[in-house]
């Protein structure tokens, strides 16, 4: 098993800037990735970089404003949001795919963006 602990969610203002974090125990993991889903709406892919840090994808929604990055010494990956927008405000969720393409997910934190 895999589990995953997120962290850092809150509430911000446009422009200002949070850090996620998740925290990754348990079995091995290929990539650790984020999430975030709006009510009624299907989950999608923000980032997510291989456990050795070597490639990143963000998508084109996020892409210059956040970064993902592995933290070696911590066991973990964070999610830098700057320059945040009101439609940014989601349910953020950290995901894993273990070496045998398992999916683990986090239990969520919440983000909120006001204009």
């Known amino acids: 098993q895999v589990r995953l602990v997120e962290s850092g969610g809150g509430l911000v203002q446009a422009g200002g800037s949070l850090r996620l974090s998740c925290a990754v125990s348990?079995?091995?993991?290929?990539?650790v990735g984020w999430f975030r889903q709006a009510p009624g709406k299907e989950r999608e892919l923000v980032a997510h970089?291989?456990?050795?840090?070597?490639?990143?994808y963000h998508a084109n929604s996020v892409k210059s404003r956040f970064a993902i990055t592995r933290d070696n010494a911590e066991n973990s990956v964070s999610l830098q949001m700057n320059s945040q927008k009101p439609e940014d405000t989601d349910a953020y969720y950290c995901?894993?795919?273990?070496?045998?393409?398992?999916?683990?997910w986090g239990q969520g934190t919440q983000v909120t963006v006001s204009s």
């Open positions: 970089i291989t456990w050795s840090g070597s490639t990143a």
């Open positions: 995901h894993a795919m273990d070496i045998w393409y398992r999916h683990y």
């Open positions: 348990g079995r091995t993991v290929r990539s």
